[in-house]
């Protein structure tokens, strides 16, 4: 079935350092893809998204592109902030049956130090 | 409301007790969602509602799980008989319309703890 796959954390670098989280997906056909973040005693919330392949999600300096040869949505951010400590998580859009679903990845935890 | 709106924040139960908990949803938001986090998990979808027919329960996981929209607002996931398996965050979620492609909105989630 579809899944998605993330690196594993927790995920610990210091104030402006560069930011990689890897994630990759199995799913027929070509899915939706995005990147969700939950920071500290918050709700989900949606970070960037990508619709179809060579797409590229930005938001808030974090870039990810779509790509359909490696099947991967990694996320990326050039220099991360305190405030860019939270769980992030990889996520590809399900169609089946004439509903939608969310698969989400395990999350990964990202702590930066000042 | 300003966001989505789930209570209890906490909820702490007996083993074969029954549980209810609510979402509010964004005013107007056609779409709703709710999910299972279990802990050092991604959330895993339990069922979708649009309006006030839920059009997909695929994913709850037993028969004691059962929710509602009666009016296509509030929306209820109730637990009956918990087990200890069932401790977990559980998640709302609405969307203005009926696709994922639009922005979805989550609750800061309801965390089950089932002893």
């Known amino acids: 079935g579809d899944s998605v796959t993330q690196m594993e954390g927790p995920v610990t670098l210091s104030e402006e350092a560069f930011l990689t989280i890897n994630c990759t997906y199995t799913?027929?056909?070509?899915?939706?893809l995005f990147w969700y973040v939950q920071y500290p005693g918050e709700g989900l919330q949606l970070l960037l998204k990508?619709?179809?392949?060579?797409d590229k999600g930005s938001n808030k300096g974090f870039e990810a592109t779509y790509r359909k040869e490696t099947t991967s949505f990694h996320l990326e951010k050039g220099s991360v902030q305190v405030s860019d400590s939270a769980v992030y998580f990889c996520?590809?859009?399900?169609?089946?049956?004439?509903?939608?679903?969310?698969?989400f990845g395990k999350g990964t935890k990202l702590t930066v130090n000042p | 409301g300003a966001g989505v709106s789930q209570s209890p924040r906490y909820k702490v139960a007996k083993r074969g007790q029954d549980v209810a908990l609510r979402c509010d949803p964004i005013?107007?938001?056609?779409?709703l969602f709710w999910y299972q986090q279990a802990l050092g998990q991604g959330p895993e979808f339990l069922t979708y509602?649009?309006?006030?027919?839920?059009?997909?329960k695929s994913g709850l996981p037993s028969d004691r799980f059962f929710a509602e929209r009666p009016e296509g607002s509030v929306s209820t996931l109730k637990i009956q008989r918990t087990q200890q398996e069932d401790s977990a965050v559980y998640l709302c979620?609405?969307?203005?319309?009926?696709?994922?492609?639009?922005?979805?909105?989550f609750g800061s989630g309801t965390q089950l703890s089932v002893l």
């Open positions: 979620a609405s969307s203005l319309w009926d696709s994922y492609n639009e922005k979805l909105f």
């Open positions: 799913a027929t056909g070509y899915p939706s």
């Open positions: 990508a619709t179809k392949a060579d």
């Open positions: 996520a590809l859009l399900k169609s089946q049956g004439g509903s939608e679903k969310l698969v």
């Open positions: 005013s107007g938001h056609v779409s």
């Open positions: 509602f649009q309006n006030e027919a839920q059009l997909d």
